[in-house]
Antibody, heavy 119, light 109 residues
């Protein structure tokens, strides 16, 4: 059974850096083809892709947010970390991590964590 | 990299069939067979319903089907049921990354 869980601060101040950790079980990020992605959803709005990291350490980023994002993995700990710099109130959203089992499709999702950006 | 275009809302009566469209360009939907669909109930995480245009993950009812023609992908729900009322999002691969659709609220009348 694949499970994922996001953890990190629920409140950050504008200009601060957000660090979120995705801890997963039921799969290995050293398995060929596997990846972990980060997606966010502002309240009442649509989903938005943020970043994706693959088993071979290939990293992909949203073109519009690339300068602010860094994704890393720790295979031994079954964790993926996303950092987003220079947070702004418009970045207030529920942040999800999800399991990518191939070139398409996120088969397992975490419960999401709501991050509020406010002074 | 613009979001894929979906109708804001689609509705149908129980037992009917509905289709949700997802329109992109030749750089995303039209260029790759990597279109997936997600169902999201209020306050819940999304759930994968279709991947690679028309493949259903294990456990997804066969009432859900996907297709693609040109730059438009579609999700069809046959035999609409009350529990199908949710938001639906498409996603497509595009130039080394991915993009979601604008989302469609499905209402069961």
């Amino acid at each position: 059974q694949i499970t994922l869980k996001e953890s990190g601060p629920t409140l950050v101040k504008p200009t601060q850096t957000l660090t979120l950790t995705c801890t997963f079980s039921g799969f290995s990020l050293s398995t060929s083809g596997v990846g972990v992605g980060w997606i966010r959803q502002p309240p009442g709005k649509a989903l938005e892709w943020l970043a994706l990291i693959y088993w071979d350490d290939d990293k992909r980023y949203s073109p519009s947010l690339k300068s602010r994002l860094t994704i890393t993995k720790d295979t031994s700990k079954n964790q993926v970390v996303l950092t987003m710099t220079n947070m702004d109130p418009v970045d207030t959203a529920t942040y999800y991590c999800a399991h990518s089992f191939g070139p398409d499709g996120l088969g397992g999702w975490g419960q999401g964590t709501l991050v509020t950006v406010s002074s | 990299q613009s979001a894929l275009t979906q109708p804001a809302s689609v509705s149908g009566s129980p037992g009917q069939s509905i289709t949700i469209s997802c329109t992109g360009t030749s750089s995303d939907v039209g260029g790759y067979n990597y279109v997936s669909w997600y169902q999201q109930h209020p306050g819940k995480a999304p759930k994968l319903m279709i991947y690679e245009v028309s493949n259903r993950p294990s456990g997804v009812p066969d009432r859900f089907s996907g297709s693609k023609s040109g730059n438009t992908a579609s999700l069809t729900i046959s035999g609409l049921q009350a529990e199908d009322e949710a938001d639906y999002y498409c996603s497509s691969y595009t130039s080394s990354f991915y993009v979601f659709g604008t989302g469609t609220k499905v209402t069961v009348l």
